[in-house]
Structures are given as C-alpha cells and as structure tokens.
C-alpha cells in the first residue's frame, strides 16, 4: 500500500512563491513514476509536472519556467517549487505515484489547496 501526503499549500499573493511536499511512504515502490497534478473548480485534473520512469522531466505550457519538479529520493520525497504565481494557479494540487512493475498501481494525494490572490 502507498502513502502520498501534501502540504505546502496556502494563500499567496500573485508573483508570490510556494513549494509544495509529497512525502510517500510504504513498501518497496518498484518502478516509479511521479507527478504533480492539479484541478480547479469546474475543471478537469490536468497535469502540473512529471519526473518519468527515465528521469526526464515535463511541463504544462502554463507552468514552464515558473516551476520545478524535484525529487528526494533519500526521503522519498516530491517537490514542487512555484515561482511567479497567478491566479490561474489557483487550484487544488494533487501528487502521484505510478508503480510500472512489479505491481502496476496508480496512487493519488488528498490535495493541497493552493489560492493566488490579492
């Protein structure tokens, strides 16, 4: 069974800075992948950014040089550090484990809001 907790999230005025945690836990995850997504009222869950089974890393459009994904792997640890928020980023921010082998299994954060307003 995995474990995906977020925190970091709050409100911050725009052109203010976040960085978001997802700390897992549980048995040997095998091949991995993480990501972070996120989903605003009356919209669907899109993804924010991804470090893929290769290491390599991926952007939404919206969020490129803005943000950036990183990885603990000593802590087993997700970051996501948001730089030059709008209030477009306002939304709820989930984190994600995709197990590709052994087991292939898709966990999911509870979420962590996020509000960009003056």
């Known amino acids: 069974q995995v474990q995906l907790v977020e925190s970091g999230g709050g409100l911050v005025q725009p052109g203010g800075s976040l960085r978001l945690s997802c700390a897992a836990s549980g048995s040997n995850f095998g091949s991995y992948a993480m990501g972070w997504y996120r989903q605003a009222p009356g919209k669907q869950r899109e993804l924010v950014a991804e470090?893929?089974?290769?290491?390599?890393?991926n952007y939404a459009d919206s969020v490129k040089g803005r943000f950036a994904i990183s990885g603990d792997n000593a802590k087993n640890t997700l970051y996501l550090q948001m730089n030059s928020l709008k209030p477009e980023d306002t939304a709820v921010y989930y984190c994600k484990l995709q197990q590709w082998g052994p087991i292939r299994r898709t966990s999911w954060g509870q979420g962590t809001q996020v509000t960009v307003s003056s």
């Open positions: 470090i893929t089974l290769g290491g390599r890393t």
